[in-house]
């Protein structure tokens, strides 16, 4: 089919992350630049008996900062008609995308039911952490929304790691093109809600000594952990604009790999990240050559920067020097938010496009990498 065919817009997002209660929040920290990290807050818990600043020490996390979202544990059940002593017993990140999905779907002009005929609304949700209660329930975060909305389509929580709500983007794009839903709510979700979740980073080295995320730039040292959930909404492009929906947006393609096996089990794939960008750009009939801007991964470790770098190059073609193409993360203003990183990551992208500057990234200074204007 034409790639215009398959072109898949965004009518609707919205976002909480460190520092911002809502989108408009989200841009102004990213346009002003600000650093969103903190030591948790003293209503999460006391960190001292968790924290040595040595690393290597077993039980003990070397890292006292995160990217926290305030009032993450607030809800008004009785807004979804659930009785306040189920809700309880909720996962608060589960609580949480609920109250995004509906926030997105008013962004987007809509009510639930006004969304798409029959309710044929997919609901695709990335979620990797599940301390809360003792047991993880991932299924329930998709399931409680398509509950809630009485929507028909597939719904489906992704576990892929750091990869989640941009592989459940790629699931929902599949499911809008091959005709399974009408519209899709597509995010992630990630929480804090325990210092072992810190303790866990700390034992596999993952954590930074401080409280900087440096993607790309000079002495980085690993990521600060981040909280975050986003919701899009998203409709064929053709049907967004049949129903005058507002577009944000368009996704024109999306691609979908695996590293193999490398030098270490959480060491990436120059060669592997280089064909997915590739495969992304033929899918969408785009040159490279004509791209302003990449949200990279950009994680603020020493491996893993120079890595990303190499696998776009790899894509990007030769010569690079040819071609100038600005590169940022997220994750130097909130921290990296794991199963909403992806999702961060595009709804950064989407409010640049919307007021039509690029938002800087933090710490970069000196590059690590010299071909990477940041």
């Known amino acids: 089919a034409p790639a215009a065919v398959l072109d898949v817009a965004v009518v609707g997002l919205s976002g909480r992350y460190a520092q911002a209660r809502d989108l408009r929040e989200f841009w102004r ?12 807050p003293a209503a999460r818990w006391d960190i001292a008996p968790w924290f040595d600043p040595e690393r290597g020490r077993l039980g003990k996390t070397y890292s006292r900062w995160a990217g926290f979202i305030d009032e993450a544990d607030r809800f008004d059940p009785l807004f979804f008609q659930i009785a306040p002593r189920d809700a309880h017993y909720i996962d608060p990140q589960e609580r949480l995308f609920l109250q995004e999905a509906y926030t997105a779907i008013e962004d987007a002009g809509h009510t639930p039911a006004s969304l798409a005929a029959g309710s044929r609304v997919g609901v695709f949700v990335g979620v990797m952490n599940g301390q809360y209660g003792g047991a993880a ?20 929580a992704v576990d892929t790691a750091c990869s989640s709500s941009l592989t459940a983007l790629h699931l929902a794009m599949d499911s809008l093109r091959s005709g399974a839903c009408e519209a899709a709510l597509v995010g992630g979700v990630s929480l804090i809600v325990d210092p072992t979740q810190l303790v866990a980073l700390s034992a596999m080295g993952m954590l930074s000594s401080g409280d900087r995320c440096r993607a790309f730039g000079d002495g980085a040292d690993g990521f600060v952990d981040g909280e975050g959930v986003g919701v899009l909404v998203l409709k064929p492009l053709a049907r967004a604009q049949a129903d005058g929906d507002d577009i944000r947006g368009v996704i024109k393609a999306t691609a979908l790999n695996h590293g193999g096996r490398t030098h270490g089990y959480t060491v990436p794939n120059p060669k592997a990240q280089a064909e997915v960008v590739a495969g992304a ?26 890595i990303e770098i190499a696998g776009l190059c790899r894509a990007f073609g030769s010569p690079v020097e040819r071609q100038a193409c600005a590169i940022g993360s997220v994750k130097s203003n909130i921290g990296h938010c794991e199963s909403a990183a ?30 990477a204007h940041v």
């Open 29 to 40: 920290n990213l346009r002003e630049g600000r650093h969103c990290i903190t030591e948790a």
């Open 137 to 156: 329930r991932h299924w329930s975060v998709a399931n409680r929304v398509s509950y809630q909305f009485d929507f028909t389509g597939p719904s489906l």
């Open 281 to 306: 750009l033929k899918a969408a009939g785009i040159e490279a050559a004509s791209l302003g801007y990449v949200e990279a991964h950009g994680t603020g470790t020493a491996l893993g920067d120079p």
């Open 342 to 371: 992806g999702v961060a990551g595009v709804t950064k992208v989407l409010l640049q496009m919307q007021h039509g500057e690029i938002a800087p990234s933090l710490d970069c200074e000196p590059p690590k990498i010299g071909r």
